[in-house]
């Protein structure tokens, strides 16, 4: 039994190390001949999560990731097209009242037949989304970008 346990120790542990991969680095393996078209500078940004202008759509990708959304415009007489990412903010709050509680009666009937007052506090929780970052395209590479701290 020991035996066997001890076998299947490796390969536990090999798919512990393969779920601690960062996003980049799985959208890299993921993406190599994206990765490998770009500069060495680029190469170096994008591993950190950064970007800069004159990057492609492609390289934005890999950095940064899938959009939460995407919206096309116009600047200058130019198509534009925007990539934003959400952040969320936490908001702690409380909410208390009074509510009513069922009482029972089991004089045989097990059904309730009255309604009592109750005294309520609760701690709330609200996770407010706002655009953390942004990265604007003009012919298909960066031409603007921002990061909130």
């Known amino acids: 039994m020991i035996k066997k346990l001890l076998f299947l120790l490796p390969a536990v542990a090999g798919l512990l190390l393969a779920s601690c991969t960062s996003p980049i680095a799985k959208r890299i393996e993921h993406n190599p001949e994206i990765y490998n078209s770009l500069n060495a500078r680029q190469k170096q940004l994008v591993q950190t999560g950064q970007i800069e202008e004159g990057m492609s759509k492609q390289a934005v990708f890999i950095a940064w ?73 003009t012919n298909s590479r960066v031409s603007a970008w921002s990061v909130t701290p």
Do not use: C
């Open 65 to 137: 990731g899938k959009p939460n959304r995407k919206t096309a415009g116009s600047r200058s007489g130019k198509k534009t097209e925007r990539w934003s990412y959400a952040g969320y903010d936490t908001v702690h709050g409380s909410s208390l009242g009074i509510g009513y509680g069922v009482g029972y009666w089991d004089g045989g009937w097990g059904y309730p037949y009255y309604y009592e007052p109750a005294l309520y506090y609760q701690p709330t929780v609200t996770y407010l989304p706002y655009e953390r970052k942004w990265a604007e395209f």
